[in-house]
């Protein structure tokens, strides 16, 4: 194959003007001859990022600002540790990067240590529990009719008791907390 300059040089605009727009640079898509194609419908979800991370990125942020992070920490470290799941005698927030298995094993614990909380109000609960029963029933192997009525339930569960929180943030912003 022959080097050729220019078009290299080409090649990096293309990339850096795509990258200004938020773009990756592929112009033309490897399914733009196939009639009908649509690719979101063959490729999975990646679980880990989709479900997991989200849970520990926003969910669990939320409820360790509320619960109040060594709060959390302490109590979290003070859990009867269990075989198979893994116990956090130090808390969490002196962690870097966290794996799958121990997102999901938070999981399992944020609802009985933010319970009873002061700041913790009962909508705040009943978001967690309905964005975990959600994490949950989407990592079946198959859904039916009545899965997906179970998702839709958690679902609206999570946008109608979500209210808990923003009161909450406000309210933490309002005494200057």
Known sequence: MIYDEDEADSIVACLAAAGECGLNGVLEPWWED??????????????????????????????????????????????????????FPDGISHLKQITGKEDRDLQRTVVAISAGAPKMTGNCLRATCAILDLIYILQYESHDDQ?????????????THKIGFLEASVQTMKNGE
């Open 34 to 87: 196939h009639i009908d194609f649509q690719p979101w419908q063959t490729i999975t979800p990646d679980i880990l990022h989709g479900l997991h991370r989200f849970f520990c990125d926003h969910p669990l942020k939320w409820v360790r600002k509320l619960v109040g992070h060594a709060e959390y920490d302490r109590q979290l470290s003070a859990l009867q540790p269990l075989i198979g799941v893994r116990h």
């Open 147 to 159: 899965t997906f009525a179970y998702i839709d339930e958690f679902h609206s569960g999570f946008h």
